[in-house]
T-cell receptor, first 117, second 113 residues
Framework: NAGVTQTPKFQVLKTGQSMTLQCAQD?????MSWYRQDPGMGLRLIHY???????DQGEVPNGYNVSRSTTEDFPLRLLSAAPSQTSVYFC????????????????FGEGSRLTVL | AQTVTQSQPEMSVQEAETVTLSCTYD???????LFWYKQPPSRQMILVIR??????QNATENRFSVNFQKAAKSFSLKISDSQLGDAAMYFC??????????FGAGTRLTVKP
């Protein structure tokens, strides 16, 4: 049972480069999200999706792009990386319907550490 | 707006002793969920305990229990019989069941042998 899988685990970019963080879940969860974790600030929501074809902005969306073409995948794109985007990124999913209903619990991937030089 | 505040950036406890981590929050909603997540050095976010706001009974999971004071908007985590494996960053989180879970800044717990 893989749960939420993120790749890559580590990445170093130069300012202005683009990249995509991949996220896949095998739990058939409707809701998926991306958070960034910075020291002293906890986790902040970047973007989220409540189902295939539906995305919305979170607390800190600037500089990031997302799409949700399937239930399983929710990639996060950095179009032109900036040093301020140096962070640890977490993908998380949540079941919102079905047996047991929505408990509000987020299931997290292992995180991706991104450094922008 | 909903906010979560953890006023203790760092805490330490002696092995086998008890420690309490503090969390306060603010929300205008009456129905919501509260969580404590643990993040060990591996970076993995692990759910420790969950509390539904409409339930008056405090949640308990083995050595972990909470003191949920809804009127005071307080949600502290008590760890009994602390073990070396409890050393981690602990995050308090608030969710209204919509699409935005808010996290506190975290408390780093050190367990001394």
């Amino acid at each position: 049972n893989a749960g939420v899988t993120q790749t890559p685990k580590f990445q170093v970019l130069k300012t202005g480069q683009s990249m995509t963080l991949q996220c896949a879940q095998d739990m058939n969860h409707e809701y998926m999200s991306w958070y960034r974790q910075d020291p002293g600030m906890g986790l902040r929501l970047i973007h989220y999706s409540v189902g295939a074809g539906i995305t919305d902005q979170g607390e800190v969306p600037n500089g990031y792009n997302v799409s949700r073409s399937t239930t399983e995948d929710f990639p996060l794109r950095l179009l032109s990386a900036a040093p301020s985007q140096t962070s640890v990124y977490f993908c998380a999913s949540r079941r919102t319907s079905g047996m047991g209903g929505d408990t509000g619990e987020l299931f997290f991937g292992e995180g991706s550490r991104l450094t922008v030089l | 707006a909903q906010t979560v505040t953890q006023s203790q950036p760092e805490m330490s406890v002696q092995e086998a002793e008890t420690v309490t981590l503090s969390c306060t929050y603010d929300t205008s909603e009456s129905d919501y969920y509260l969580f404590w997540y643990k993040q060990p050095p591996s970076r993995q976010m692990i759910l420790v305990i969950r509390q539904e706001a409409y339930k008056q009974q405090n949640a308990t999971e083995n050595r972990f229990s909470v003191n949920f004071q809804k009127a005071a908007k307080s949600f502290s985590l008590k760890i009994s019989d602390s073990q070396l494996g409890d050393a981690a960053m602990y995050f308090c989180a608030l969710s209204r069941g919509n699409n935005d879970m808010r996290f506190g800044a975290g408390t780093r717990l050190t367990v001394k042998p």
